[in-house]
């Protein structure tokens, strides 16, 4: 007589279901990949941190260059990273004068721009800015955390960064931007 105890039962379905199972939760990730929100934002890192030093010479002949200790002291201000190129950036020239006209302190840092394509921008679109630095090698823009054109940045008198508004200012966020103004005063 045998005392080995007996073995279960084989379950000839498990190795059936298995790679079908698999198959399906795979599949259900695909489809939740292409029907999700693409979010290619990518926030800076520097909110609540004091914009990095830097100092850009103008890029425009009838506006200052820019550097770091223009955000220090006196009230808010706006950073707007913006081409003469890009043309979201165009899109927003509207709302950009719209916060102007409000009292917001804009400047602005043009991105790998030439003087010439610039002033006919600026020509075309209004010139909102109190300063423009000029950007060849977007290490200011990079520096910041900014990941591309257009972007604004709240930034308080303190220097801190404080809000970060990824892609062109649509009308309907000219009031959202100016709350931050507001909060970035205390």
């Known amino acids: 007589m045998s005392?080995?105890?007996?073995?279960?039962?084989?379950?000839p379905g498990l190795a059936l279901?298995?790679?079908?199972?698999l198959f399906g939760g795979f599949l259900a990730l695909v489809v939740y990949g292409l029907v999700r929100p693409d979010n290619r934002e990518v926030a800076s890192t520097f909110i609540g941190k004091p914009i990095p030093a830097f100092a850009l010479p103008p890029a425009s002949d009838d506006r200052p260059g820019l550097s770091n200790a223009q955000f220090?002291?006196?009230k808010p201000?706006?950073?707007?990273?913006?081409?003469?190129?890009?043309g979201p950036c165009?899109?927003?020239?509207p709302q950009l004068a719209q916060l102007a006209k409000a009292g917001a302190e804009i400047d602005g840092v043009?991105?790998?721009?030439?003087?010439?394509?610039?002033?006919?921008?600026?020509?075309?679109?209004?010139?909102?800015?109190?300063?423009?630095?000029?950007?060849?090698?977007s290490?200011?823009?990079?520096g910041i955390g900014s990941s591309g054109v257009p972007e604004t940045f709240v930034v308080d008198a303190h220097g801190v960064i404080r809000h970060q508004h990824i892609g062109a200012i649509m009308p309907e966020d000219v009031p959202v931007i100016l709350a931050k103004l507001k909060e970035a005063e205390q």
């Not at 005392?3 to 379950?11: E, G, K």
């Not at 279901?17 to 199972?21: C, I």
């Not at 201000?77 to 890009?86: G, H, M």
């Not at 043009?110 to 090698?137: E, H, M, S, T, Y």
């Open 110 to 137: 043009a991105i790998r721009d030439r003087k010439d394509d610039l002033a006919r921008f600026l020509a075309a679109n209004g010139n909102p800015f109190a300063r423009i630095g000029q950007d060849d090698l």
């Open 17 to 21: 279901w298995l790679p079908l199972v």
């Open 72 to 74: 220090v002291g006196g």
């Open 90 to 93: 165009a899109v927003e020239s």
């Open 139 to 142: 290490k200011v823009q990079i």
């Open 77 to 86: 201000r706006l950073l707007n990273i913006f081409a003469s190129w890009c």
């Open 3 to 11: 005392t080995q105890p007996a073995s279960p039962a084989r379950r």
